[in-house]
């Protein structure tokens, strides 16, 4: 089967759950001995083709993101500029059979139009809500209603012209339905490797990995990785860092990059950083040995659809600790694989992260339940039920002619 992805954001450059799962994605299906080429923001004016593994991908002419508050050398975010061309270019030369969205965003929207003109089965991944482009705050104010308004829009009209719609977690697709949707979306976890992310074998190899990244022999780790970004409520956690008590004796890894500075932060509230490890942005191969380094994985976001790093935490053995927000109650048992606290609740959090740190045996059986509650979203498992999918919308094309199916696969 020859299938063509088309994503707003693609790692690398670009760091976030979305741009890693579409790649993922990629290589999993070309790993399958499918033919399958990207269609994604380049790093210039001009447009590009490069090899990534056993796919090809072809990077449209950008430009960096300079909207207020983003730094494009952090972010690696990029703004396509006629993505049509290439898209068009990608559709004539490779003929794809199939034609998967990464949505929302400008590439993936110009697709869907073009696809809908060749009569090419659309599949689509919704992978963002307005929430991941306003920073927090007042979201009740009219200005914020009416942004949201017009990206809901904007998402849903890009999901109705498309043959199937998948979700990576049941409460994103009920959250698309809620929304308007006419058409059932399907959950489909974006999945994780349990061979590549895996618990430490023994003791030892947890002190190798924490003398590698700089991190004490003993003592619990805290671990955020993910974008310093403001939409991340990464406030939340550093108001909590300072709600604990002195006699916490954690250390705070950090790792990924953004516009916020973890260390300044938590300097202004008076945390003192000589516990504070900023490990910057890792690369794919050194990612799973972080996780088997630490003890916990804090992701206090609520704009979640599924958070990718809670999946590779959980099977790496961690405990874990999120806000009971949109799609992390799906990946965290409250009591059982971690802590959930409530939205913006510093205190809720210190309280939590401060109950796993004093409790080394509830540390251990978290972290034990959290592995065996992400088996079900083993990779192998979502590439088949990926897969099955675009069968479906093939089958069904081919007895319906060129129209989408209304109502989806």
Known sequence: MRLLYVADMYYPPTLGGSAIAVRRLAHGMAARGH???????????????????????????????????????????????????????????????????????????????????????????????????????????????????????????????CDAVLAPTRIAADLLRAQGLRKAALPVSNGVDLEVYRPPVDAGERRMLRARFGLPDEGPVVLYAGRFAPEKRLEVLFDAMAHMSPDAAATWAFVGRGVLDPVAELGRRGVDTSRVRMLGLLMDQDMPLIYRAVDVLVLPSEAELQGLVLLEAAASGCALVGARALAIPE???????????????????????????????????????????????????????????????????????????????
């Open 35 to 161: 033919e399958v080429q990207v269609v994604a923001p380049g790093h210039g004016l001009f447009d590009t083709a490069e090899k990534d593994g056993r796919t090809v991908v072809i990077r449209c002419g950008a430009i960096p993101d300079l909207r207020p508050g983003m730094d494009p050398r952090k972010t690696g975010i990029r703004l396509p500029l006629l993505p049509a061309i290439a898209i068009r270019r990608a559709m004539d030369r490779f003929r794809p059979d199939l034609i998967h969205l990464q949505v929302p965003g400008y590439t993936a929207a110009t697709a869907a139009v073009l696809a809908r003109l060749d009569g090419t089965p659309l599949v689509a991944t919704c992978h963002g809500i307005p929430e991941n482009f306003w920073a927090p705050g007042d979201r009740s104010q009219p200005l914020f209603q009416a942004f949201g308004r017009f990206i809901w829009s904007l998402i849903l009209e890009n999901l109705e012209r």
């Open 331 to 409: 990946a965290i048992e409250h009591e059982v694989t971690g802590f959930l606290h409530e939205p913006g609740d510093a205190p809720g959090l210190a309280a939590a992260l401060w109950r796993l740190i004093r409790e080394p045996g509830l540390l251990d059986r978290m972290g034990s339940a959290a592995q065996e509650a992400v088996r079900h979203h083993a990779i192998p498992a979502c590439l088949d039920r990926t897969l099955a999918i675009y069968e479906e919308v093939m089958a069904r094309r081919e007895r319906r002619g060129t129209a989408p199916d209304p109502e989806g696969a």
